[in-house]
């Protein structure tokens, strides 16, 4: 951890709302964790989403003035036989400040603000093979569910995303 105590991390990180210009933050800390470098427009994606849905919420953990990890999630409303719910879309933690607890202090902070609005279930997905994050979504206390995730590509040269008759 470069001579930083857990503990003092702990105590020193400060988690906040997310603000536009911690956008390229959240970019360098997913390329971080990546390890290279992805060609995705955050300042899009997160003016995308808020436009999109008033019920965001994106926190940032903050150490000194520098931005060392964020969590972004979102409240669904209406789903398949799902009650109004929350998810968590993306998070990440500076690889240097990995392991001090600003991962479980950006969740921590994140169910007291579902919580008072009377969400009552979170969700997430995680890769099967990402034993990394399904761990860390354990220990928060994050369980299967009763949901299965399906995808689908689309082959972007077609017109519709339909089989044909």
Same mark, same amino acid.
């Given at each position: 951890?470069?001579?930083?105590?857990?503990?003092?991390?702990?105590?020193?990180?400060?988690?906040?709302?997310?603000?536009?210009?911690?956008?390229?933050?959240?970019?360098?800390?997913?390329?971080?964790?990546?390890?290279?470098?992805?060609?995705?427009?955050?300042?899009?994606?997160?003016?995308?989403?808020?436009?999109?849905?008033?019920?965001?919420?994106?926190?940032? &953990?903050?150490?000194?003035? #520098?931005?060392? *990890? =964020?969590?972004?999630?979102?409240? /669904?409303?209406?789903?398949?036989?799902?009650?109004?719910?929350?998810?968590?879309?993306?998070?990440?933690?500076?690889?240097?400040?990995?392991?001090?607890?600003?991962?479980?202090?950006?969740?921590?902070?994140?169910?007291?603000?579902?919580?008072?609005?009377?969400?009552?279930?979170?969700?997430?997905?995680?890769?099967?093979?990402?034993?990394? &994050?399904?761990?860390?979504? #354990?220990?928060? *206390? =994050?369980?299967?569910?009763?949901? /299965?995730?399906?995808?689908?590509?689309?082959?972007?040269?077609?017109?519709?995303?339909?089989?044909?008759?």
């Amino acid at each position: 951890m470069h001579g930083i105590k857990m503990n003092s991390l702990k105590r020193t990180a400060t988690i906040r709302k997310m603000r536009t210009e911690d956008i390229e933050d959240i970019g360098r800390i997913f390329n971080l964790i990546t390890k290279k470098t992805v060609k995705i427009d955050f300042r899009e994606l997160m003016t995308e989403q808020s436009q999109r849905n008033a019920n965001s919420s994106c926190f940032i &953990a903050e150490i000194d003035g #520098k931005v060392v *990890g =964020f969590m972004i999630g979102h409240i /669904i409303t209406f789903g398949f036989d799902m009650e109004r719910s929350a998810w968590i879309a993306t998070m990440g933690v500076d690889p240097k400040y990995m392991g001090g607890g600003i991962g479980a202090r950006l969740a921590n902070e994140l169910f007291d603000y579902y919580k008072s609005l009377g969400i009552t279930r979170i969700f997430t997905a995680v890769r099967w093979d990402s034993t990394d &994050a399904l761990s860390f979504f #354990k220990t928060l *206390g =994050f369980n299967r569910s009763d949901f /299965i995730n399906l995808s689908k590509n689309f082959d972007i040269r077609s017109d519709s995303g339909f089989p044909s008759p």
